[in-house]
């Protein structure tokens, strides 16, 4: 099956620095998520993205589908940007494969 | 509300018990996922259904484990006779065929 991979596993950031996580994924996929989990455990859908760029206020995804790989850019992180941020990859019929995560800490 | 939603959140039961988890998708939305998160990992894939037809359970980890989404909306995640190895984070997504998921709060599952 299709492989993820999420790095970096954990990162520490101050208030207002910025920051890009990666997900790299084994084969040709159908679409892309990512998602935030919050302390509180709900999974925010944040940006579905099977190729190109999308920008959501301080948040902006790129999915290069044929290098197999997604970037998750933080700009002038907040408090509440804190949690898990996961990238899952949707194999042909629809399930999502997900990365492990990375956990993200950010410090007032 | 225009949400996922699942019933119970929490679910403490004992070693052996049957448990039922309930999943409300977002009206209209065909398709309909349940996975399972251990603590510290990624949600992993259990089963999918577009309307009442069940279309992938290759992710169910053993036979204790079924669902049912009888009428093409609700749907139940049954463990029979549940075992301590079964306690995690079970979740509910649904969408348009092939299109995003929208995840629900998830039902914590305890067995002690």
């Known amino acids: 099956g299709i492989q993820v991979e999420q790095s970096p596993p954990d990162l520490i950031l101050q208030e207002g620095a910025n920051s890009t996580l990666r997900c790299n994924f084994s084969?040709?996929?159908?679409?892309l998520q990512w998602f935030h989990q919050n302390p509180w455990g709900q999974l925010i859908n944040l940006f579905y993205?099977?190729?190109g760029t999308k920008q959501n206020g301080r948040l902006s995804a790129t999915t290069v589908a044929t290098e197999r790989y997604s970037l998750l850019y933080i700009s002038s992180s907040q408090t509440t940007d804190s949690g898990v941020y996961f990238c899952?990859?949707?194999?042909?019929?629809?399930?999502?494969?997900f990365g492990q995560g990375t956990e993200l800490s950010v410090k007032p | 509300g225009a949400g996922v939603s699942q019933s119970p959140r929490y679910k403490v039961t004992k070693r052996g018990q049957d448990v039922a988890l309930r999943c409300d998708p977002i009206?209209?939305?065909?398709?309909l996922y349940w996975y399972r998160q251990a603590l510290g990992q990624g949600p992993e894939f259990l089963t999918y259904?577009?309307?009442?037809?069940?279309?992938?359970k290759s992710g169910l980890p053993n036979d204790r484990f079924s669902a049912e989404r009888p009428e093409g909306s609700i749907s139940t995640l049954t463990i029979q006779r549940t075992e301590q190895r079964d306690s995690a984070m079970y979740r509910c997504a649904s969408s348009l065929v092939q299109n995003e998921q929208f995840f629900g709060p998830g039902t914590r599952l305890t067995v002690l």
């Open positions: 899952a990859v949707e194999e042909w019929g629809g399930k999502l494969i």
């Open positions: 993205i099977p190729s």
């Open positions: 259904f577009n309307y009442e037809a069940q279309q992938d």
């Open positions: 009206s209209g939305h065909v398709s």
């Open positions: 084969d040709s996929v159908n679409n």
